[in-house]
């Protein structure tokens, strides 16, 4: 399964946890750590070495915009989206400039939240499935052309991992359910193991033929449950 550590840069520690309570709705991302201002913030992505990075503008020592030269240099590989309260033009650009995934304005909502964060691993696991790439798929990764919600790449190779059989089975399955089904109670009907049944349900979702929803139940921890798109 794919995983992703996560570092959260905020400098309201009531702000982090709330960030850090979303984030553990999604099974494939840890929190590894928490900064509350910009020289943490870059000692902990120098110990970490996390994924992603979810980065505030406004911090007590340093703007977050203005860390962002240190950390591209720094940390080339790290994703970054903006969680912040600025509403500077200006900081949106410098933002753009050094390839944020998004900038997300405060106060954040759940859904709002959940859909980026949904999107960004959706994007993870694409660029994860393919060696080689044609415009298509720059085209998807990019979300450029007016035909892409109806480009797949089924009829290409498949992902190491994935095979045709056991990926039929899993789409019958969620055809046949219009309530949406968990990754466990796919692999109880596919008969194989909640893990093998999540890695499909996730290869769908990166080409688009499925989607998850995180429900929050009475009690225990919120639960992913999957849908067939038609």
Do not use: W
């Not at 400098?11 to 309570?21: G, L, M, T, Y």
């Not at 000692?43 to 340093?62: A, G, H, N, S, T």
């Not at 999540?198 to 429900?215: D, G, M, P």
Request: aromatic share 6%; charged share 35%; glycine share 4%.
């Amino acid at each position: 399964m794919l995983k992703i550590k996560a570092v959260i840069a905020e400098d309201d520690f009531r702000v982090a946890d709330i960030h850090e309570k979303f984030l553990k709705a999604f099974e494939e991302i840890e929190v590894v750590g928490k900064a509350v201002n910009a020289k943490k913030t870059l000692r902990i992505l120098e110990q970490k070495k996390p994924d992603l990075l979810l980065l505030d503008v406004y911090m007590p020592d340093q703007l977050g915009t203005e860390l962002l030269p240190d950390i591209r240099k720094k940390f080339p590989n790290v994703d970054i989206i903006m969680v912040t309260a600025a509403t500077e033009k200006e900081q949106l650009e410098k933002a753009l400039h050094y390839g944020v995934e998004n900038y997300l304005i405060k106060p954040v909502e759940m859904k709002r939240f959940n859909q980026v964060i949904g999107e960004y691993l959706k994007k993870v696991q694409l660029m994860k499935s393919k060696q080689e790439i044609d415009q298509d798929f720059v085209d998807l990764i990019l979300k450029k052309g007016d035909a892409l919600p109806e480009k797949t790449y089924e009829a290409a190779a498949l992902p190491k991992g994935v095979d045709e059989i056991t990926l039929t089975k899993v789409i019958e399955v969620l055809k046949a359910n219009d309530i949406g089904l968990s990754a466990e109670q796919v692999s109880g009907q596919i008969g194989a193991s909640r893990t093998t049944a999540r890695r499909y349900l996730e290869y769908l979702i990166s080409v688009k033929k499925c989607k998850a929803e995180v429900v929050y139940g009475v009690v225990g921890r919120p639960e992913r449950r999957y849908y067939k798109i038609e």
